[in-house]
């Protein structure tokens, strides 16, 4: 039968129904509401699946289950997903798993968003030609999967959370609070936060025009696109930084685990795409121990869906344990 999977970010509800040859049928993606609280962003999740079923044409009933990837402290044996701060006042610890569950009619399963995207890069994706990799997911903030011997690695409960290396001490201010943090220059959360004050400060930008033409509330990866596109320097400006923040704290995690391979995707790593993360693995030389032997610097290959997918997967893995 039939499953869905469901990336939850900072910006988009990406919904994906998978067959048994975990071929895409049907997708549906939505803006993730940025008012309400947890339960206004469960309820989109469940439109999504809803949306997905209807384009592959299946009644949500027939499927076999819900995967969903979220940020935060993720517990699917408890079903509960706390403290996603990228997501509209989600402190505390909610029920995701059995409100959603009720909603939909299904078995849902849980996982932190970035190791089921991981997962489908090297199942699926451009990590299939290696044993170790690192999964670097650029886009709210900056997020992490390691896959080492074939395994993705877990360690105590908060491995790959490669955003907050230090790249600078006494640095700037990272939205979860330290500073210094990689995601406090590469973010795009904490990027459009920079952008704001300098806007306040009188430098001139594209950014917010585009924005409010595209009908966005934020500056998504496809406004900094655009932005780019069109000579922004504040655009140009902050791309650049968070390009030198992320050769420093990736280059460094390689240094410690000496991967085969570097995996860029999410929002801003896809949408910007091979020549961006041709400038990352640039940024990276210079702070690699070994760097004789660089590992494979690549582009996500499942796009928008691989967190998707990767979520997806769950419910197989559930079935066949």
Not at 44 to 71: H, K, Q, T
Not at 205 to 234: C, H, N, P, W, Y
């Amino acid at each position: 039968m039939a499953c869905a999977g469901v990336d939850l970010g900072g910006t988009k509800i990406q919904a994906v129904v998978l067959d048994p040859d975990r071929r895409v049928l049907g997708s549906s993606r939505r803006p993730t509401p940025t008012v309400g609280g947890p339960g206004d962003v469960v309820a989109a999740v469940a439109a999504a699946v809803r949306e997905a079923a209807a384009d592959a044409e299946l009644d949500p009933a027939a499927l076999d289950g819900v995967g969903l990837g979220s940020p935060g402290d993720v517990d699917d044996a408890a079903g509960t997903v706390t403290s996603a701060r990228n997501l509209p006042d989600w402190t505390g610890s909610f029920p995701v798993a059995s409100v959603l569950g009720e909603d939909l009619g299904l078995p849902v399963s849980l996982a932190n968003d970035v190791d089921v995207a991981t997962v489908a890069e090297y199942e699926l994706g451009a990590g299939r030609p290696y044993s170790s990799l690192l999964g670097v997911f650029w886009g709210t903030g900056v997020g992490g999967g390691v896959v080492l011997d074939g395994r993705l690695w877990h360690g105590r409960a908060s491995a790959g959370e490669i955003g907050h290396m230090v790249v600078k001490l006494g640095g700037a201010r990272c939205p979860c609070g330290r500073k210094g943090c990689m995601e406090a220059y590469a973010g795009r959360g904490a990027m459009e936060a920079r952008a704001r004050r300098e806007l306040a400060d009188g430098t001139p930008t594209e950014l917010f025009r585009i924005m409010e033409k595209r009908g966005r509330e934020r500056l998504t990866s496809g406004v900094f696109a655009r932005a780019l596109e069109q000579g922004d320097q504040v655009a140009v400006s902050l791309i650049d930084r968070a390009i030198e923040a992320l050769g420093a704290g990736v280059a460094s995690a390689v240094n410690l685990l000496d991967v085969e391979a570097v995996i860029i995707g999410g929002g801003l790593g896809v949408r910007l795409g091979a020549p961006y993360t041709e400038r990352i693995e640039r940024a990276m030389l210079p702070h690699l121990f070994s760097d004789y032997r660089p590992p494979a610097v690549r582009t996500a290959e499942l796009g928008d869906l691989g967190g998707a997918i990767g979520a997806a997967l769950l419910v197989g893995d559930r079935s066949a344990a």
